[in-house]
């Protein structure tokens, strides 16, 4: 049985200038903050990938594929799923994403036409606090698969010329898109608005159960991670006492 997906009708080519991004070997992952109007720079600390953002604005999730295949890429904002909005897992419902294509995924998907914008906001009023689930806010993951390669053709004997393409079932995809939980992570992401962004739906069929590649992008606001040292940061010198400070004495 085929699994039936969420994808966007989208050429390769067509995307704005390469942002900094949590870059894997088959999918890169950015965020543009959509107020701005500019790509969040990524920050790498101890293994992991950072960005800042800014409460109140409305941002957007850039997968560029790095593949020659098609890929289907199962997102996850705050460990829930942004297509189905269950708690996410590698067997759920994602975004197919043509050889070297890429896509921006505004929001929370309503409907064939519409999402919920993704909007920063302080972590209570994020949808998975809303929903219940707050215990992953602060990050956002992508899980990647190949697409199951089609069988050979056979051909009918003789002189009948059709084809008969077989394809076997996809394996049912097991596991979570596991990640770590932030001690302390006060910046989410809220259910906005609604505006139009149209896909279609197809049919894909992963090569395995488990992903080829899961990617993860941590995200605070810019003082959190300043304060943690994510972003790059001066301590402060501690001030020693100068026990000749001054020539004479002054006035008190």
């Given at each position: 049985m085929k699994t039936l997906l969420i994808a966007l009708a989208i050429a390769a080519g067509?995307?704005?200038?390469?942002?900094?991004?949590a870059v894997g070997r088959l999918l890169d992952l950015s965020v543009y903050d959509r107020d701005t109007q500019r790509s969040l720079p990524v920050y790498q600390h101890q293994g992991r990938y950072y960005v800042a953002g800014q409460p109140g604005h409305r941002y957007r999730v850039t997968l560029r594929s790095r593949s020659g295949d098609d890929l289907l890429a199962v997102l996850s904002v705050d460990g829930v799923n942004a297509v189905s909005g269950q708690t996410a897992g590698w067997?759920?419902?994602?975004?197919?994403?043509?050889?070297?294509?890429?896509?921006?995924?505004?929001?929370?998907?309503k409907s064939l036409s519409q999402v919920a914008d993704f909007v920063f906001t302080d972590i209570g009023q994020s949808y998975a606090a809303?929903?219940?689930?707050?215990?992953?806010?602060?990050?956002?993951?992508?899980?990647?698969?190949?697409?199951?390669?089609?069988?050979?053709?056979v051909y009918e004997p003789a002189y009948e010329a059709d084809r008969a393409m077989n394809q076997a079932a996809a394996p049912a995809a097991s596991g979570e898109l596991q990640r770590a939980a932030k001690a302390s992570a006060p910046l989410g992401t809220g259910h906005g608005e609604r505006e139009n962004s149209a896909v279609t739906e197809v049919e894909f069929e992963r090569a395995s159960s488990s992903p080829d590649e899961v990617v993860t992008l941590y995200y605070d606001t810019w003082n959190n991670l300043a304060?943690?040292?994510?972003?790059?940061?001066?301590?402060?010198?501690p001030v020693r006492p100068d026990p000749f400070p001054g020539r004479f004495v002054p006035d008190p």
């Open positions: 067509l995307a704005h200038a390469a942002p900094a991004a067997s759920q419902a994602g975004y197919v994403l043509d050889p070297r294509a890429n896509t921006d995924v505004l929001g929370w998907r809303k929903t219940g689930r707050p215990d992953n806010v602060g990050v956002i993951g992508v899980a990647v698969f190949r697409r199951k390669p089609l069988p050979p053709p304060a943690q040292c994510v972003i790059p940061c001066e301590r402060p010198r």
